[in-house]
């Protein structure tokens, strides 16, 4: 078959067909023809062919714990944390960054990789004593499974990135006319006159009836329904509770005490100086007789040592050579030092070829501490221990018991320990301290407890090294409350009603009169309510209720000197008539050149920021985004 | 097949091969060397362009600095206008020349040249890829509006456009019927931007209720 082939395939077809397989030789490599890339179950996400690894979301995640550890401190709530919360958002971002890094790299954008290592090296992570260390850096980002190559590509793309963002955020501008206009409306200042109705007493004046309050409350009883509740007996373990009942004997305290022994006591110290002599001839003989002579005399130590002492380490400095626990000096001078008393010298001693004076400066002996001293202290220790361990097994036998028991009452004998009882809560919980804990709370109303009668599973409370079994004894479903229950809230809230239907009837009747050509003064004065007024008002200005401010900056421009009328009814239920008088555009003239600046800014940025989140989510819906697995789990 | 050939015959038998196809052969592997070569030329001189582009875009980045809100001296901003103009000219293909040209328009209203921000946002339009345009166009709209040209800046507001820049656009149309004092149809522009408003920078929340219910109540 070979032999057909050679002699079929000649000339053009020979040249065409080599030709064929050059070209993609010489494209690819030859790796990339025999060797396909093994599937990865790593590939999280695929943006426009490019590929998002397990490895790359994890990092993500990394840091981004990091980034909220530092901004909020240690006390981020461990949920905040978790996998969980943080793996779409981080994903997502990812994406983001492979779509830019995308338009990047099909804009040919790029970065030197001299620019890249001049980064690299600035970076604290990657630096001893302030120097780039390259031994660190590399096994750093071997460590998070990069090596230099992939690592600075990485980087590369993370700064093209960057690149892209900043040349839609930064470049963004704002015209003259548009601070103008951002000027003219957003300091805009308005007049205004306004009476209220107020609300006041007038709904405890108001009169309803019982057959009012019935059909209210027919026709309103689906919604009236009281909190489930439920009361529970409990059992609580307590670490420290065992510790009162748990006894240690004498001889058990004695014998930690012997145990302890060792590492209570401490070796003597002695500090000492001396006076060394040099040698056996006469001469040195004569030297030593005279520092004995002048010891005799009780001249100073120290200027003798100065004077006479061979040893230059020590003698400009009184002699002085330190502490010894018993084993630093030669034998001969250990004893002699061990018969001195403090302040003492001794006889000459003649260590090798040399003659010592010693001086003992200070005894530190350090004594024993007694056993009575240390029985309280040992006692409480091994009290502890015992009770945690019996915390442990007692835990256990809880587990057993409280699962299968009828009441708590039994296993509370067994363990003695008493049963205590709540009375009815809900699921907000009551005063008792152990409602204050959300698990206690979950637990009394999930479904093993009030639906099943069972007793709850051993709840830890690690905080209080306490353990606890719930067991429900009466539980009040949700139902309908009753009419004579509801009666009061129904009630006040008819009176409340009639008593806004009362103003607001008054308001009708003033607005007739304005409507009519009376002005607001000339009405106000009439019915004897007083008349506010506000000239050139803010947005926000001090004296005037919020509500009515946001109200008056959203009506119209009135037409004319007349003003424009409107009224409202406020959240405290009082009725607002008021009177729109004239509207002033903000003052553009008096703008200072940093309040232009600060408001440019600020109008720059906001822009950009939209047109940038506008650009982002128009490249995802366009891109091919795929994600594979949202629940892969940390590893 | 050539075990009954001795070295002699075989030797014979590839010389006679050779004669026959040597030359297409030698002609095949010179192609593919060629191709190869070729290949790898092309590929390099993209990178040095990309690198050369990248060097200036750097440099640019560095002579307007971060604080470019503020207005640059004049020396800073002829060495800015040399960096965009050499990036316009020789690289025109790369996302730097873009990016370098919006600098420029940016600049241009800075200093209160319209005309040139004007000229600058078209040719960004021009050399642009597809996925700016829509940003680059709203852009080049604000400026026909800071120009008072109004027809200019509608034609581009009533494209049919990119839906996620739908609040941006319908905005900007009721700014500029506002400018032109068409209140009713201002007003509908206004509410189809604040109806779609989406992830928006609190400003802009907070100015588009204020624009709307500034408008007059009646036709003018």
Redesign the interface.
């Known amino acids: 078959m070979l032999q057909t082939m050679r002699n079929k395939i000649k000339g053009l077809v020979a040249i065409f067909l080599i030709g064929l397989l050059v070209i993609p030789l010489a494209l690819l490599g030859i790796e990339n023809l025999f060797y396909k890339n093994p599937y990865a179950p790593d590939d999280v996400a695929e943006v426009n062919g490019q590929k998002i690894t397990e490895r790359e979301v994890q990092l993500a995640l990394q840091s981004e714990r990091q980034r909220l550890q530092t901004q909020f401190g240690t006390n981020v709530p461990t949920q905040l944390l978790s996998d969980e919360s943080l793996r779409g958002p981080v994903l997502d971002r990812l994406i983001h960054r492979a779509l830019i890094a995308d338009v990047a790299e099909k804009g040919n954008m790029t970065l030197l990789d001299k620019e890249i290592d001049e980064i690299i090296v600035k970076l604290p992570d990657f630096q001893v004593e302030g120097k780039f260390d390259s031994d660190r850096f590399v096994n750093l980002i071997r460590s998070i499974g990069y090596s230099p190559a992939t690592f600075r590509a990485m980087m590369r793309k993370d700064m093209v990135v960057n690149q892209m963002k900043n040349a839609l955020l930064m470049t963004d501008f704002v015209t003259d006319q548009e601070i103008e206009r951002a000027v003219v409306l957003s300091r805009q200042t308005r007049d205004f006159e306004w009476i209220t109705l107020a609300l006041g007493d007038l709904p405890e004046s108001m009169l309803v009836s019982d057959d009012e309050v019935n059909e209210y409350y027919e026709s309103n009883k689906q919604d009236y329904l009281s909190e489930e509740q439920v009361a529970i007996e409990y059992l609580e373990l307590r670490v420290d509770q065992l510790e009162k009942d748990v006894t240690v004997s004498d001889d058990e305290v004695r014998a930690q005490y012997e145990q302890e022994l060792d590492s209570l006591s401490k070796p003597t110290e002695r500090e000492v100086a001396h006076i060394m002599i040099e040698g056996n001839d006469d001469a040195a003989q004569a030297k030593m007789l005279e520092v004995q002579e002048k010891l005799a005399a009780g001249e100073d130590f120290a200027t003798l040592a100065a004077k006479y002492s061979d040893d230059f380490g020590s003698r400009d400095n009184g002699g002085h050579l330190g502490v010894s626990t018993g084993d630093v000096f030669p034998a001969e001078f250990e004893q002699a030092l061990l018969d001195l008393k403090e302040g003492d010298v001794s006889e000459p001693i003649v260590v090798d070829d040399a003659t010592h004076f010693i001086k003992l400066l200070t005894l530190n002996a350090y004594e024993t501490p007694s056993f009575e001293k240390e029985r309280l202290r040992i006692t409480a220790e091994l009290k502890r221990i015992k009770a945690e361990e019996k915390f442990v097994s007692d835990i256990e036998i809880l587990k057993d018991l409280a699962y299968n028991a009828e009441n708590l009452e039994e296993v509370g004998i067994e363990l003695n320990l008493p049963v205590n009882k709540t009375a009815l809560f809900s699921r907000s919980g009551a005063k008792d301290v152990i409602l204050q804990d959300s698990r206690v709370l979950e637990a009394a109303f999930s479904d093993r407890v009030v639906k099943d009668g069972f007793s709850s599973e051993v709840l830890e409370l690690s905080t209080d090294n306490s353990a606890m079994v719930i067991k429900m004894i009466e539980h009040k479903p949700v139902r309908t409350l009753t009419l004579e229950e509801k009666k009061k809230d129904i009630t006040g809230e008819l009176k409340l009603e009639k008593a806004k239907a009362r103003l607001t009837e008054q308001a009708v009747s003033i607005r007739e009169s304005l409507d009519n050509g009376t002005s607001l003064s000339a009405l106000s004065e009439e019915k004897g309510l007083s008349l506010s007024t506000q000239v050139a008002a803010k947005r926000h200005a001090a004296g005037v209720p919020q509500e009515l401010l946001n109200h008056l900056f959203a009506m119209p421009h009135p037409d004319d000197d007349q003003g424009r009328i409107d009224e409202l009814s406020l959240d405290n239920g009082d009725y607002v008539i008021v009177n729109l008088t004239k509207v002033t555009s903000g003052d553009i003239e008096n703008l200072t050149d940093d309040e232009r600046k600060s408001l440019k800014t600020n109008l720059a940025s906001s822009l950009a920021g939209d047109e940038y989140q506008a650009w982002q989510s128009m490249l995802r819906e366009e891109a091919n985004v795929e994600v594979y697995n949202t629940e892969t789990s940390a590893l | 097949?050539t075990d009954h050939l001795t070295d002699e015959e075989q030797l014979r038998v590839l010389k006679h091969w050779w004669k026959?196809?040597g030359s297409?052969?030698v002609?095949?592997?010179f192609?593919?060397v060629m191709?190869?070569i070729g290949?790898q030329w092309w590929q390099n001189y993209?990178?040095q362009?990309?690198?050369q582009?990248?060097?200036l875009?750097?440099e640019l980045?560095k002579t307007?600095g971060v604080e470019?809100?503020?207005t640059l001296p004049d020396e800073k901003k002829n060495t800015a206008r040399y960096l965009i103009k050499q990036l316009k000219d020789n690289y025109k293909?790369?996302?730097?020349a873009?990016?370098a040209s919006?600098?420029a328009?940016?600049m241009f209203?800075?200093a209160?040249d319209?005309k040139a921000?004007e000229q600058e946002l078209l040719w960004a339009t021009d050399h642009a890829?597809e996925?700016?345009k829509?940003?680059i166009q709203?852009?080049l709209a604000?400026?026909y509006?800071?120009q008072e040209k109004y027809p200019e800046a509608l034609s581009i507001v009533d494209q049919k456009l990119?839906?996620?820049?739908g609040?941006?656009y319908a905005e900007l149309k009721g700014?500029i019927l506002a400018a032109q004092q068409d209140w009713e149809n201002a007003r509908v522009a206004y509410q189809q931007a604040n109806g779609t408003l989406?992830?928006?920078?609190?400003?802009?929340r907070?100015?588009l209720?204020?624009?709307l219910?500034?408008l007059?109540?009646g036709k003018k």
């Open positions: 097949m026959k196809n297409s052969l002609t095949a592997v192609i593919g191709a190869y290949f993209q990178q362009q990309a690198e582009a990248s060097a875009y750097s980045l307007i470019h809100n503020n293909s790369s996302q730097y873009t990016n919006l600098f328009a940016k209203v800075d209160h319209l921000a890829r996925h700016l829509p940003l709203l852009r604000r400026v509006v800071a990119v839906e996620q820049f609040s941006l700014d989406e992830n928006t920078s609190s400003f802009r907070n100015l209720p204020i624009k219910s500034n007059p109540a």
